[in-house]
């Protein structure tokens, strides 16, 4: 049973460039959160989807903006990047129910250069 | 919105000596999760709580949730080097907030 994946592992753009990443939830979820993590510091809730849908969104600009397909896979889009989008960004999965947990993917590490 | 603060950032300590980390919301909260991030790793759940004022053991690791629901702490008891990571918390209402995190060193 494959847990959440993440790509790619890393990625290297230049500032003003688009960047793409894909998460795979956990079989068995149905919603997709995405969090940034800065070097250091704690994980940033960036927003979650759910039924296809996003459903919170924490206070990060409308550059940033996601998907999520019918199979729960969901993307994560940054448009005009800026050297402080440097960061590892983290997907989790979980059931769709406020008490339950959240299972992590490995990440992708964006470096913007 | 909500805030979740977590103390202290780091915590360096002795194997077989004891550590705490306290963690404090700006809101009342549905319920609180930990989580653990070995370095290099990415968070890894470890427990919730949802009553005010419970209390959860797993080994040496105590877990409480404070009465008003708007704080709470974890404890290890003896660590051990396995112990090493950054212990984060984070608190539920419509969505997962975590605080910055206690990163817990130990020296054998």
């Known amino acids: 049973d494959a847990g959440v994946t993440q790509s790619p592992t890393h990625l290297i753009k230049t500032r003003g460039q688009q960047v793409t990443l894909r998460c795979s939830p956990k079989?068995?979820?149905?919603?997709v959160s995405w969090y940034q993590q800065a070097l250091g510091q704690g994980p940033q809730f960036i927003f979650q989807y759910y039924e296809e849908e996003e459903r919170q969104r924490g206070n990060f600009p409308d550059r940033f903006s996601g998907h999520q397909f019918p199979n729960y896979s969901s993307e994560l889009n940054v448009n005009a990047l800026l050297l402080g989008d440097s960061a590892l960004y983290l997907c989790?999965?979980?059931?769709?129910?406020?008490?339950?947990?959240?299972?992590f993917g490995n990440g992708t590490r964006l470096t913007v250069t | 919105g909500q805030q979740v603060m977590q103390i202290p950032q780091y915590q360096h300590v002795q194997e077989g000596e004891d550590f705490t980390t306290y963690c404090n919301s700006s809101?009342?909260?549905?319920?609180i999760q930990w989580y653990k991030q070995r370095p290099g790793g990415h968070p890894v759940f470890l427990i919730q709580?949802?009553?005010?004022?419970e209390v959860k053991k797993q080994k040496r690791l105590t877990f409480q949730f404070g009465e008003a629901k708007k704080n709470s702490s974890l404890h290890i008891t003896a660590t051990q080097t396995t112990d090493v990571g950054t212990y984060f918390c984070?608190?539920?209402?419509?969505?997962?907030?975590f605080g910055a995190g206690t990163r817990l060193t130990v020296k054998p």
């Open positions: 809101t009342t909260l549905s319920n």
């Open positions: 079989s068995g979820h149905d919603t």
């Open positions: 709580l949802v009553k005010s004022g």
């Open positions: 989790a999965s979980k059931v769709r129910s406020d008490n339950s947990p959240l299972h």
């Open positions: 984070a608190g539920a209402n419509n969505d997962m907030r």
